[in-house]
């Protein structure tokens, strides 16, 4: 006669076999709860039986979102396991979409609410940069509108923001290749244009004056004294005085002025290139002028 595995005594009428033992059925018991099995189905673990709810709440990994045992499918992530259902956005408790997860602190987010919590704002507007042209100054972070409105150069001719290559010609103005050719230059060097020398006027020779200059040009001998005898009392105070000897006047025309001075190229032009941390600092990208 068989004896029971539980109580080591004979079995002498209906017995359990499991675990490849016989068992009297009272002595067939859960490992854990201790109470008995019967015909219930039970897990093991090192040779002992137990309840099926037993065995889970004592093995089974545990749902990090709701901390009970997980008996079916379940998610790995962030090092932990969870039920499916359970792993969500820690901010909208939605699950998570096909663009997966973020984490932060040990929490997951979906992207939405990643952005809105922890994304990069611009220090002008405030609003979300994510994944837009951003640049840095300063320590702080702009998107690239606001950062050219605040520390970007415009073009004195078209108005735009210059992002790229520019000119900034002798007196300071800065402007664009683009907008500066087919413009007529005067003789100062500016390119003759509405925005930046207000226009300008035609001259008999051809050549036109921009209006910056017409205001301060000289067309006749009578215009040209009162500057002859600011230039003598310039001289005199220099140690040059002449004293009541006349001085001659004629007026010279551009090409003569031109023959009469050392000959420079490009106008006197600097190339400068924008660049996005410091476009008021630029570093030089070319020199246009050199004394022949």
């Known amino acids: ?13 209906r017995y359990i076999t499991a675990l490849d033992h016989p068992w009297h059925a009272d002595c067939f018991r859960c490992a854990g709860c201790g109470r008995a099995i019967g015909q219930e189905s039970f897990y093991t673990r090192d040779d002992r039986p137990y309840h099926t709810s037993c065995y889970h709440q004592r093995f089974s990994p545990r749902c990090a979102g709701c901390e009970q045992p997980i008996t079916g499918a379940y998610t790995t992530a962030l090092g932990k396991t969870w039920h499916t259902e359970h792993f969500v956005c820690a901010r909208c408790g939605r699950p998570f979409s096909a663009d997966g997860f973020y984490e932060r602190d040990g929490k997951a987010y979906c992207k939405h609410d990643y952005d809105e ?11 979300l940069i994510g994944q837009r042209r951003n640049f840095e100054k300063d320590g702080k972070v702009y998107c690239e509108d606001h950062y050219w409105q605040l520390f970007g150069k415009r073009c004195a001719i078209g108005g735009e923001y210059l992002k790229g290559e520019y000119v900034v010609n002798g007196w300071g103005d800065t402007y664009c290749r683009p907008h500066a050719q087919g413009l007529a230059t005067c003789c100062c060097h500016r390119p003759i244009c509405p925005s930046l020398t207000g226009g300008g006027v035609p001259l008999n020779d051809g050549r036109s004056m921009c209006q910056r200059c017409r205001r301060t040009a000289i067309d006749t001998m009578g215009q040209g004294q009162p500057v002859l005898a600011q230039v003598r009392r310039w001289m005199a105070g220099l140690g040059l005085d002449i004293g009541p000897v006349a001085t001659p006047l004629r007026l010279a025309d551009q090409n003569e002025r031109s023959d009469a ?11 400068w290139r924008a660049t996005r941390r410091e476009p008021e600092m630029a570093r030089w990208s070319s020199v246009a002028w050199k004394p022949s």
Request: with cysteine.
């Open 117 to 127: 919590l922890f994304g990069m704002r611009c220090a002008a507007g405030g609003e």
């Open 1 to 13: 006669m068989p004896t029971c595995h539980g109580c080591n005594r004979t079995i002498t009428g």
């Open 261 to 271: 001075l050392p000959k420079r190229t490009a106008n006197n032009l600097r190339v």
